[in-house]
């Protein structure tokens, strides 16, 4: 094969975290009272436009949430919307919904 063939090759399949992904897609929630359900945190973002994946962190007795986007509009959009949402597990305080400073990888 000559030096200036270029060949292109597809993989079917591709784990999510290895795919280019436009930055500012990632969402972190904090703020989650210690009585959240582990499946309400879950599922907050399910009905959400472009959403794609997320997950549950427990440390220390407390949850945060990283929810991945396909897009930076629709993480920003579902932020909006999410922002200050008071969990029916965990009436107390409002959720805080912010872009991640990181983007996360993996998720369920």
């Known amino acids: 094969m000559a030096s200036e063939d270029k060949r292109t090759l597809y993989i079917v399949g591709f784990p999510l975290d290895v795919k280019e992904r436009e930055k500012g897609c990632t969402l972190y929630v904090s703020n989650i009272e210690k009585t959240a359900e582990e499946s309400e945190l879950g599922s907050l973002f399910m009905d959400m436009s472009g959403f794609l994946n997320s997950n549950v962190i427990s440390k220390g ?33 409002g959720i805080r919904v912010q872009l991640s400073r990181t983007e996360f990888r993996g998720g369920k």
């Open 61 to 93: 007795g407390r949850f945060f949430v990283f929810a991945q986007f396909t897009d930076s509009a629709s993480a920003t959009a579902a932020m909006k919307v999410l922002d200050g949402k008071k969990l029916a597990s965990a009436p107390e305080n």
